[in-house]
């Protein structure tokens, strides 16, 4: 249904260029100079992001291609968790003010505000509101209207710091924008450039069978854009989980055994807490005051995610012990006043199913007839049922089952049991997207909810992004 006529409202919230935002923050002595954030490999880097002072540098160039056209430019190589850490930290500030927050990028969020503006006395109230939940050197935009797309023109077009509401006439209001402001996939802008449909307006003219022929879904779905026709519900980003413990040491700690000491000592406080109990630890990251000045950090990934204090310790000491890319020690230049411990990327103890049938007898899996042991088909597959088989008959596991699930809005509120009766949901704990086998017959494109039961049970069922129809499925 048209959003103009059910009355919802959705805000885009917009912080341009946060990657190098980012970096000035902490970086502060680059400020006025030409900077660029890149990504990529270290042999072929790109730009992900350039300051106003890096003029000629694009988004997507080479380094070398961004340097030849501006030599002065400092370049820094993206720190993601950094940029994580930033981005997270305002999707929670947004969470606090609005019931419904989406984030669809590096600080880009949609927001649901449909009801929320009585609240705070008016819309004005409510915009302000989201504006002030960011740092101020964000520089933050807000745009507000009848879907995500209306919404996100309006904050694209808006000074930083300031906010505006898609007008009534929203359609002409959207018809001098280039189709390059369009969300599409491919090359469906350029295909519409090469027509020569150039701005909304030449989208909205035409007939919708025609670009439905032309462009297939993507044509349906520019045309309905073009005219402001997007009942895309915002689906909420579930906070990412961390926990944190902290310890002050009696006197400057500056010796090897010392700070392991108190890494061994960190991670013991952390596994007894009753967050991670039946819980593995997929990232942490070590922090420190230096008696000299500054703070020392030291973060590390995972690859086997550890359920125990000890096997935390033994990944961060072993990370420590390593030396980089230029053979610098990792372990801190100076003396720790004090030191942190955040674990992050927090899982199921029963998600690493790999480890638990190589632990398992074969007499523990299950007497079926014939069958001597699971075999792994592709245990790293985004889907459950192409990571496990029976061996002797190479049933697949984990296979979907259909499934009543009532939804207010596209989010479940109450499942249907094998008894008939309705389930209603408590939580939802986790949300993911599944989009593979694209180059298949039959590609599959699905949207994971991870939930929690009134009745305490946990069920993980998933909607057929294609076909509509509701799964279940164990993992």
């Known amino acids: 249904m048209n959003a103009l006529i059910d009355g919802s409202l959705t805000g885009c919230l917009l912080v341009t260029h946060l990657p190098v935002k980012a970096e000035l923050q902490r970086h502060p002595e680059l400020v006025g100079r030409p900077l660029i954030v890149a990504n990529g490999d270290a042999t072929h880097p790109r730009a992900l992001d350039a300051s106003a002072e890096a003029t000629g540098v694009a988004t997507g160039q080479t380094v070398a291609e961004a340097l030849s056209r501006c030599r002065d430019a400092v370049t820094i190589p993206v720190d ?24 669809a990028g590096w600080g880009l969020f949609y927001l649901d505000l449909t009801g929320m503006a ?17 740092e101020e050197w964000l520089r933050p935009r807000l745009g507000i209207g009848p879907g995500k ?25 959207l018809a ?41 879904i993507d044509g349906n779905r520019a045309w309905r854009l073009a005219r402001c026709i997007d009942p895309e519900p915002v689906v909420p980003t579930p906070l ?3 926990l944190t413990e902290r310890l002050e040491f009696p006197f400057p700690v500056d010796t090897v055994p010392a700070i392991e000491a108190g890494i061994r000592s960190l991670t ?6 009753p967050s991670l109990r039946a819980r593995c630890v997929g990232e942490g990251a070590l922090q420190g005051e230096l008696l000299s000045g500054g703070i020392w950090r030291f973060e590390r990934g995972l690859r086997q995610p550890a359920g125990s204090a000890d096997a935390l ?63 792994a088909m592709a245990p790293g597959s985004a889907l459950p049922e192409r990571r496990w088989a029976l061996g002797a008959s190479l049933t697949p596991l984990s296979l979907p089952a259909r499934a009543s699930v009532d939804a207010a809005r596209g989010v479940p509120r109450r499942v249907r049991t094998s008894n008939g009766r309705w389930r209603p949901v408590e939580q939802v704990v986790d949300l993911w997207e599944v989009a593979t086998e694209w180059w298949t017959p039959e590609p599959v494109n699905r949207r994971y909810w991870r939930l929690a039961l009134a009745d305490g049970g946990l069920l993980t069922v998933y909607r057929d992004l294609d076909s509509g129809q509701w799964y279940r499925q164990g993992y």
């Open 80 to 103: 993601g968790r950094y940029l994580s850490e930033v981005n997270d930290a305002l999707l929670a500030a947004l969470w606090d003010v609005v019931p419904a927050v989406e984030a």
């Open 118 to 134: 009585p609240i705070y006395g008016g819309l004005a109230g409510l915009a302000q509101a989201l504006l002030s939940a960011s």
């Open 149 to 173: 797309f209306p919404a996100y023109c309006a904050a694209a077009r808006v000074e930083a710091g300031m906010w505006q509401r898609v007008p009534a006439d929203a359609g002409r209001w």
């Open 176 to 216: 001098p924008l280039p189709v390059s402001w369009l969300p599409l996939d491919g090359d469906g802008v350029s295909r519409l450039e090469g027509f020569g449909i150039r701005t909304l307006g030449d989208v909205a003219k035409l007939a919708p069978s025609s670009l439905a022929e032309f462009m297939g």
């Open 240 to 242: 990412p989980e961390r």
């Open 268 to 273: 013991q406080r952390l596994c007894r807490s």
């Open 313 to 375: 310790a033994r990944a961060l000491l072993a990370g420590l012990g390593a030396r980089d890319a230029v053979g610098s020690s990792r372990w801190p230049e100076a003396a720790l006043l004090d030191l942190a411990l955040t674990v992050g990327d927090l899982t199921p103890e029963a998600g690493r199913q790999a480890g638990i049938w190589q632990r398992e007898r074969v007499a523990d899996v299950g007497a079926v007839a014939g069958v001597a042991r699971p075999a």
